[in-house]
């Protein structure tokens, strides 16, 4: 079983919506902290947004307002909800999960990582 599996990435204009799911296998949600990162070509991965088994969330000064994180539990599934989308959001996205609870800004932190998933946005 792979552990984390994204989908929900495409094309989209600019202004557009779209959303992530990232179902987890092997582990509730609510034990550990699942993060979304992403990384564009020349770029340095970063934490989009994440959530913390005790369900307090972060988000990123350049999609807050615009992105939200959340979980539903029964499915064991994290969704990343993406809105009024910008060029600047392309990237390729990865759902994440790190050993324990709380959430740390650095990807090396993190211990299981999905395979990914493309985001382009068009203007």
């Known amino acids: 079983q792979v552990p984390l599996v994204e989908s929900g990435g495409g094309s989209v204009q600019g202004g557009g919506s779209l959303r992530l799911s990232c179902a987890v296998s092997d582990y509730s949600v609510t034990t550990r902290c699942l993060a979304w990162f992403r990384q564009a070509p020349g770029k340095e991965r970063e934490r989009v947004a994440s959530i913390s088994g005790s369900g307090t969330s972060y988000y990123a000064d350049s999609v807050k307002g615009r992105f939200a994180i959340s979980r539903n539990n029964a499915k064991n599934t994290v969704y990343l909800d993406m809105n009024n989308l910008k060029p600047e959001d392309t990237a390729m996205y990865y759902c994440?999960?790190?050993?324990?609870?709380?959430?740390?800004?650095?990807?090396?932190?993190?211990?299981?990582w999905g395979q990914g998933t493309q985001i382009t946005v068009s203007s």
């Open positions: 994440a999960a790190r050993t324990g609870w709380r959430c740390r800004p650095l990807g090396s932190e993190y211990h299981v």
